[in-house]
């Protein structure tokens, strides 16, 4: 099994940063990528940034968020910079890779943490 532990989320002031962690644990022998996703009150979930060897954003946050990752550590990074009132949402890691014999591949998400302008 492998779960997927974030934290960081919080309020935000419109102009200010805040920094999202995202932990897999488990039965994991190699993760392939992981990334960010994001829902919006009454919106569908959207992609905001993804690592899998390169790094991808939407284009809504090209320039002020950046993704990153310690390998070593299973964790992915997300690093907010001048933050917009339309940021607010819920935020949801997700990691993809190989669990081993018994498990095989996984695709695992977060349970999602809160990032709220304080505005």
């Known amino acids: 099994q492998v779960q997927l532990v974030e934290s960081g989320g919080g309020l935000g002031q419109v102009g200010g940063s805040l920094r999202l962690s995202c932990t897999a644990s488990?039965?994991?022998?190699?993760?392939?990528?992981m990334g960010w996703y994001r829902q919006a009150p009454g919106k569908q979930r959207e992609l905001v940034a993804t690592s899998d060897g390169s790094t991808n954003y939407a284009d809504s946050v090209k320039g002020r968020f950046s993704i990153s990752r310690d390998n070593a550590a299973n964790t992915v990074y997300l690093q907010m910079n001048s933050l917009k009132p339309e940021d607010t949402a819920v935020y949801y890691c997700?990691?993809?890779?190989?669990?081993?014999?018994?498990?095989?591949?996984?695709?695992?998400w977060g349970q999602g943490t809160q990032v709220t302008d304080s505005s």
């Open positions: 488990g039965s994991i022998v190699f993760i392939n990528a």
């Open positions: 997700n990691a993809q890779g190989y669990a081993g014999r018994g498990y095989g591949w996984f695709d695992k």
